[in-house]
């Protein structure tokens, strides 16, 4: 890392991230040339790292991989969490190496380079996690030039004139345009992605409502035994009812959860006075949680990768989850129909809660993984399982 008041690019550097404060982390850039401006956060995954450039959640994120070889096994047409990279960018550890991998389809630098998204590779990435975890998620540039020719003072400029994630409505930018039926289910070796098949008519409608979902969450669900409509984030409660649901999914998404509550949340309420089943997600428990009269707060450094502990406050059974959010619950807020159900085993921050009066709950992790542990999936089950047997009570 060097201080940008010097202004020396060192020789053979290609890539940069420039932060708010003048600091400047030098690399080997890779991927797209360009630059792009958003939040430095960090993940610790091991594995994912396709899934994770392309989480909706990431829009406006340039993410650090703290593990060292990312994209050692390339890419393929199946591990993704949509059809384009949300993610601006990557801070690596190791070059990217020629892919080892018998499903690889295209190198993970071609791959970065044909979806626009920027890498910088040969970073001390645990030096910057830590500054990361010492000082939060900053505002910078990440910039790609073969030759090395930045314009630093621009960088630094661009970066500090960002506005950062607080108060951004995101979900609004990478939400679905319009409403689709989803007919995709579990992936097998082989064979890839299965569909509904026969007899979902009969299954249980969840109407599932776009903040920037991953796709294997509606793949869970469907593996659960629902049927699945993907509405937008802007669905009016008319344009949700319209569908008859079940129940209602509120998924996970980026930017600030106040901001897209603006015209979430009344949504959501009337939902809860209408008494309709509710299951939520990462940014969809934040706007359950502010419907139900809570409120949420940006976090120092967020919480994002696939080892994370969550106590199950029930009866005190530990899951390693995966996580991806820069923004939580502030449970001192929760009114008194609102109760904790699951905990962070990190920093004590709300990882779940249930409407004691309503058939509503919600977890801040993601319990379909893609990257992960599956400790988790039994809440879709519990979830699809509610339906079921509210339609026999029918």
Known sequence: MADAKTLNVPKGASGVLVLADGTCVFGRGFGAVGD?????CFNTAMTGYQEVMTDPS?????????????????????????????????????????????????????????????GISGVDTRALTRMIREKGAPNAVIAHDPEGAFDLPALIAKAQAWPGLEGMDLAI??????????????????????????????????????????????????KAGAKVTVLPATASLDEVMAHNPDGVFLSNGPGDPAATGQYAVPVIASLLDANVPIFGICLGHQLLALAAGAKTMKMHQGHRGANHPVKRLSDGLVEITSMNHGFAVDTDTLPANVKPTHVSLFDGSNCGLELTDKRAFSVQYHPEASPGPQ?????????????QSQGADA
């Open 36 to 40: 792009a401006v958003g939040e430095v």
């Open 58 to 118: 990431y829009a406006g994120q340039i993410v650090t991989f703290t593990f060292p070889h990312i994209g050692n096994v390339g890419t393929n047409l199946d591990d993704v969490e949509a059809d384009t990279p949300f993610a601006l960018g990557c801070v690596v550890r190791q070059d990217v190496t020629e892919p080892s991998n018998f499903r690889n389809v295209l190198p993970f630098d071609q791959w970065m380079k044909d979806n626009g998204r920027i």
């Open 173 to 222: 930018q990478v939400t679905s345009k319009e409403s689709r039926a989803w007919d995709g289910g579990e992936w097998k070796l082989g064979s890839g992605y299965s569909t509904n098949g026969e007899g979902s008519a009969s299954r249980p409608h969840v109407v599932a409502i776009d903040y920037g979902a991953k796709n294997n969450i509606f793949r869970n669900l469907v």
């Open 375 to 387: 400790d988790s999936f039994y809440l879709f089950e519990r979830f699809v399982a509610g339906l």
